[in-house]
């Protein structure tokens, strides 16, 4: 009896195929189609870039946000990670899934709502959700759930833009409030702080902890590379979790680092040397950050199961296609013509309403911001948003638009600004701002008034009784504000202040932004307009303790002028108010 020494054949993990050539093919066909729908009916918006497609939109989002342009590499991200897995894909067993067809459907339904209501960040989600269905429509749901992971990636190709400013908001402020409180008690620095702007006693040295500079917008960048490195390093999802979660934490950590760095060198050589600290050294945030992360990760590798490229045992090398995915592919692609005609014939019927607010053919100006010997004015707007010069007892002049408000809007912005002097000489900045066919020219007003120093100290929805053209309560966000600054004399002292603002279009009049937008969606998914709603804001500075004086004035004022320059309500026609309450 002969003595065979059995061997273990080895793994050829290369031998595997990827996809098959059925596969593939329809998967193509499929992704054509609805990469297409994307490219000439992706996106309904009118400003910024007059485009249909959503990713010539998702490329000016791009360029116009340092934080966001981690987008353009997390395609290369997933791919290169569906490579390394390959071995390990080649071996689930795939038979296309109907189901996988519904949720398609589902993604384009989302997709239409989103170029409905003129929100190309959800036809990105749409876009980007669409694409792992079509697949669980070709390859099946056991291959959904293997490639999850690299998938969710594709949410950081969602470009925050302005918002990721008011998500990272606090995140400054915490920043800005460690970095001169380390400054102070650990280093005996003389530095005080305003909202996001730092400054010494001396006067020597102003820093501002802008988003573009404050290198929290670059925490989306920051949590895509620690999200990969997580799912790649890690196999338990808690130890992942570990890694995500450290992500806020250390960018303020990294920042606060480069903040105290700004103001120590600020004190030592000035405003020039700490200004080119601030700007070159940046990447602090992502020294420290993924410092923290690779500590964290040797600390938390023990006991963690193998990484992608470690499976153990053989892999199988039988047949895993099981089926051909024709018919639910060719649904598919139905599904994406069926949308395609009706986005490309939505469009025609989708309209601008009227203004809430009296427009009038008078140009708006340019401020000069220093400048001399021009020999005339630089017009911003060819008509403005009328107010009245002149109100009982009350007497205004005209405030010039600053280039970095008009030039940054929408160009078919309408503004109206004029300073109002009470009787009794409290001076009243009054601005209204209309909004065209891009619903991006108003923007949340809380955001502006931080970062320019002033901290909500209350904010509330109150109601202004109007008597004409009809009796009716005008519902308005009521803000206290305070800010310390520098007076004439170089001494800091605490200011207070009241802003009062509201939102008004055609027949419809509310406080606060969420409102605001819930009923510009509705008008547009119910009745196809795009309401012209105007942003109509009152602020004035006062001392401490004077706030509600300066109500009553600011009241006043609302009272005598929205009668005037106000177009809703109609007498005789129906029009909503958002109830008065507490915010």
């Given amino acids: 009896m002969s003595e065979a020494v059995e061997k273990e054949e080895p793994r050829k993990t290369r031998d595997a195929p990827f996809l098959s050539r059925q596969e593939a093919g329809w998967l193509v066909a499929v992704l054509t189609g609805w990469v297409a729908l994307f490219q000439f009916f992706g996106n309904s918006t009118f400003g910024y870039v007059d485009t249909p497609s959503l990713f010539q939109w998702l490329s000016n989002a791009y360029d116009h946000a340092d934080g966001d342009q981690i987008g353009y590499l997390v395609p290369f991200a997933i791919g290169g990670i569906l490579w390394m897995k390959r071995e390990e894909l080649a071996a689930v067993p795939r038979k296309p899934w109907w189901p996988g067809v519904i949720l398609v459907l589902g993604c384009l339904l989302t997709h239409v709502v989103g170029f409905v209501i003129q929100q190309p960040r959800v036809s990105v989600v749409a876009l980007a959700l669409g694409i792992f269905c079509i697949t669980g429509v070709v390859l099946g749901w056991r291959w959904m759930k293997a490639t999850l992971f690299p998938m969710v990636l594709m949410a950081f190709c969602v470009p925050l833009g302005q918002m990721g400013d008011a998500l990272t908001f606090p995140l400054r402020m915490v920043v800005t409030t460690l970095a001169v409180g380390f400054s102070k008690t650990i280093l005996g ?323 606060k932004h969420s409102t605001r937008m819930a009923w510009m969606a509705k008008d547009l998914l119910t009745k196809g307009t795009l309401q012209r709603w105007a942003y109509v804001s009152c602020f004035a500075v006062c001392p401490p303790g004077r706030t509600e004086e300066v109500t009553q004035q600011i009241t006043r004022l609302v009272q005598r002028a929205v009668p005037r320059f106000q177009t809703t309500p109609v007498e005789g026609a129906a029009f909503e108010v958002e109830p008065v309450g507490n915010r």
């Fill in 189 to 511: 620095l003389d530095v005080l702080r305003n909202g996001s702007m730092i400054f010494n006693a001396a006067g020597s040295y102003q820093y501002d902890v802008a988003p573009a500079c404050s290198g929290i917008r670059s925490l989306t960048a920051l949590a895509c590379l620690i999200t990969v490195f997580a799912f790649i390093r890690f196999h338990s999802a808690w130890r992942r979790g570990v890694l995500i979660a450290l992500v806020v934490p250390l960018a303020v950590l990294g920042n606060t680092a480069r903040i105290i760095a700004v103001i120590v060198t600020g004190e030592m050589a000035g405003q020039q040397a700490g200004a080119a600290i601030e700007q070159k050294l940046g990447f602090i945030t992502f020294l420290v950050a993924l410092g923290g992360v690779l500590l964290a990760g040797r600390w938390l590798e023990k006991g963690d199961m193998p990484r992608i490229g470690e499976l153990p045992g053989p892999v199988s090398h039988d047949p895993v296609a099981v089926g051909n995915p024709r018919w639910r592919a060719v649904a598919c692609v139905g599904l994406v013509m069926v949308a395609a005609v009706f986005l490309a014939n939505w469009s025609r019927f989708q309209v601008l309403g009227k203004p809430g607010v009296r427009v009038v053919k008078e140009p708006v100006y340019s401020a000069l911001t220093g400048k001399t010997n021009v020999p005339e004015r630089e017009v911003a707007g060819t008509n403005s948003v009328f107010l009245p010069a002149v109100l009982p007892g009350i007497v205004s002049t005209v405030i010039d638009l600053h280039p970095s408000v008009w030039k940054t809007l929408p160009g078919d912005t309408t503004y109206g600004q004029r300073l109002y002097r009470m009787e009794s000489g409290l001076p009243v900045q009054t601005t209204v701002v209309l909004m065209g066919s891009d619903r991006t020219s108003i923007h949340k007003p809380e955001f502006c008034l931080a970062g320019q120093g002033f901290t909500i100290l209350e904010a509330k929805v109150i109601g202004i009784p109007i008597s004409a053209p009809v009796e009716y309560v005008l519902p308005a966000m009521h803000m206290k504000v305070r800010s310390e600054r520098r007076n004439a004399a170089g001494e800091v002292e605490t200011v207070e202040g009241v802003y009062l603002f509201w939102f008004v279009a055609d027949g419809k009049i509310a406080a």
